[in-house]
């Protein structure tokens, strides 16, 4: 595995590979994000021209607001690339700030409001800009035919796959399954930051979510379906155990936009909710 910091060695490296698998990240990885290499492992052996699979370890001060955890995210690049190494991945890509942004980056992607001012977007503005500008920099620094993003950013993969379809981008996104310890909570680089009773209590958050969208479903098939009920109770019973919700929602999972009463179409709930000073997030497929 080739370990390259500037965007001149990467695209040098890259030259002569006819098929890119691209897993951005922010390092600091964990077993969810090795699902991802893996997904983009096997898409590159099932090719007949030469292929790579490519991860990027870069922490992009543009998606984080002044108040979030910019300083203080994990940073564990030794042990990043250990991992990546053994789930097969053939290049890292960490560029330092200075590689990435050797100047202010004045250019940036703004996606609609209406996907990216909502939900994650409405209690973190800025958030979405900031990260469609370093994924479509990273992407036309790697040139990928195929890029993966896990599920667990269930919004975020939206925006990058809007990006890519509206900038006719040629590649292919694909969403890899939220990971989970076997008490049901996702896997997150930020679980790092509970404590042990909050490691225990932070399984309310997909709990909850996974009774709201039982009542959804209940409700929709019944013909009795009250959405804002559904919402205020998931919302109350985290309140309740001592969280700070900021959304627990059901949406279309095409667009994300509300339900108002029974839907037939594919739903997803959605939720973030702070535990202490841990903004959690977390999101379920309605089957
Ligand atoms: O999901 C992440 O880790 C980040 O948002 C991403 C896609 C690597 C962009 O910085």
């Given at each position: 595995?080739?370990?390259?910091?500037?965007?001149?060695?990467?695209?040098?490296?890259?030259?002569?590979?006819?098929?890119?698998?691209?897993?951005?990240?922010?390092?600091?990885?964990?077993?969810?994000?090795?699902?991802?290499?893996?997904?983009?492992?096997?898409?590159?052996?099932?090719?007949?021209a030469?292929?790579?699979?490519?991860?990027?370890?870069?922490?992009?001060r543009?998606?984080?607001?002044?108040?979030?955890?910019?300083?203080?995210?994990?940073?564990?690049?030794?042990?990043?690339?250990?991992?990546?190494q053994?789930q097969?991945?053939?290049?890292?890509?960490?560029?330092?700030?200075?590689?990435?942004?050797?100047e202010?980056?004045?250019?940036?992607?703004?996606?609609?409001?209406?996907?990216?001012?909502?939900?994650?977007?409405?209690?973190?503005?800025?958030?979405?800009?900031?990260?469609?500008?370093?994924?479509h920099?990273?992407?036309?620094?790697?040139?990928?035919?195929?890029?993966?993003?896990?599920?667990?950013?269930?919004?975020?993969?939206?925006?990058?796959?809007?990006?890519?379809?509206?900038?006719?981008?040629?590649?292919e996104?694909?969403?890899?399954?939220?990971?989970?310890a076997?008490?049901?909570?996702?896997?997150?680089?930020r679980?790092?930051?509970?404590?042990?009773?909050?490691?225990?209590?932070?399984?309310?958050l997909?709990?909850?979510?996974?009774?709201?969208a039982?009542?959804?479903?209940?409700?929709?098939?019944?013909?009795?379906?009250?959405?804002?009920?559904?919402?205020?109770?998931?919302?109350?019973?985290?309140?309740?155990?001592?969280?700070?919700?900021?959304?627990?929602?059901?949406?279309?999972?095409?667009?994300?936009?509300?339900?108002?009463?029974?839907?037939?179409?594919?739903?997803?709930?959605?939720?973030?909710?702070?535990?202490?000073k841990?903004?959690?997030?977390?999101?379920?497929?309605?089957?």
């Open positions: 595995m080739k370990i390259v910091h500037t965007i001149a060695e990467l695209r040098s490296l890259l030259q002569p590979v006819a098929y890119r698998a691209f897993v951005p990240t922010m390092g600091n990885l964990h077993q969810g994000h090795l699902d991802l290499a893996q997904i983009a492992r096997q898409r590159v052996d099932a090719q007949s030469s292929g790579a699979v490519v991860a990027s370890i870069f922490v992009n543009l998606q984080f607001a002044p108040h979030e955890d910019f300083d203080s995210y994990p940073r564990t690049f030794e042990r990043d690339c250990e991992l990546l053994a097969g991945c053939d290049i890292v890509f960490a560029p330092t700030e200075q590689d990435l942004y050797p202010p980056q004045v250019f940036k992607v703004h996606p609609p409001a209406e996907l990216a001012d909502i939900l994650e977007g409405a209690f973190r503005p800025g958030f979405f800009v900031g990260v469609s500008t370093v994924v920099k990273l992407f036309n620094c790697v040139q990928p035919q195929l890029a993966v993003f896990g599920k667990k950013d269930y919004q975020q993969l939206m925006v990058i796959r809007r990006m890519v379809q509206q900038m006719a981008l040629p590649m996104i694909v969403g890899g399954e939220t990971r989970r076997e008490s049901g909570l996702a896997l997150s680089s679980n790092g930051y509970l404590s042990a009773a909050e490691i225990n209590e932070a399984v309310h997909s709990r909850t979510l996974r009774e709201l039982q009542t959804i479903k209940q409700g929709n098939a019944s013909g009795t379906l009250d959405v804002a009920a559904a919402e205020a109770h998931a919302m109350h019973s985290l309140t309740q155990r001592g969280w700070q919700p900021d959304y627990l929602t059901v949406r279309k999972q095409h667009d994300l936009s509300p339900i108002h009463g029974a839907c037939h179409e594919p739903l997803v709930v959605l939720g973030a909710a702070r535990l202490g841990t903004r959690l997030i977390d999101n379920l497929e309605l089957t």
